[in-house]
């Protein structure tokens, strides 16, 4: 088997930038506390740039900033404050996420080549998998503790959350990776 790692560019890996953009970003949101209520949205509008900047459909990826106004209704109004006010919010919090993000998804054919429409359906594909991966795992997880998540919260938040996100993002990056 050969090796096909390359110390100096594996930041510019599109499958990478798909599973751990968003990751990191809404770890380094909550590291703020309250504040990555707000910082957080920013926080994935860059980081869907910087996977779009990298991708060969994408012509320009800047044009995606437009998305930020409608990421950040959708997370402020029905991300965190859904998860802390309902039992069973954080589903619910994050299918409103997901289905934000599948909102914005519709701003994609303002970025792509005009000879590249199959993306728009790529990126629907990468979301969809993505986020029934995420509530499927969140299942599997409490399920397996036999009730909700009651875990002190930056356990939840720093481990089980993000590697959950993870593996949902791996498993979905491969209809991203469709060129």
């Given at each position: 088997m050969r090796?096909?790692?390359d110390p100096y560019?594996?930041?510019?890996?599109?499958?990478f930038r798909w599973t751990a953009l968003p990751v990191l970003a809404h770890m380094f949101s909550w590291m703020t506390g309250v504040g990555?209520?707000?910082l957080f949205p920013i926080l994935i509008t860059v980081?869907?740039?910087l996977i779009f900047k990298v991708h060969p459909a994408v012509a320009r990826p800047g044009f995606w900033f437009v998305t930020l106004p409608i990421t950040f209704i959708c997370w402020v109004k029905w991300g965190p404050f859904i998860t802390s006010t309902q039992s069973g919010g954080i589903i619910q919090g994050v299918t409103a996420y997901y289905i934000g993000q599948l909102v914005i998804a519709l701003f994609i054919p303002l970025i792509i080549k005009p000879e590249r429409p199959e993306f728009l359906l790529n990126w629907i594909g990468c979301t969809i998998t993505s986020g029934l991966g995420w509530v499927v795992?969140?299942?599997?997880?409490?399920?397996?503790q036999g009730?909700?998540?009651?875990?002190p919260g930056n356990v939840t938040i720093f481990l089980i959350y993000p590697a959950i996100a993870l593996i949902a993002n791996s498993a979905s990056?491969?209809?991203?990776?469709?060129?």
């Open positions: 090796n096909t790692f560019t594996w930041h510019n890996n599109l499958y990555g209520v707000l980081a869907q740039y795992l969140y299942w599997f997880v409490t399920g397996m009730n909700k998540v009651n875990i990056g491969f209809f991203l990776l469709k060129e």
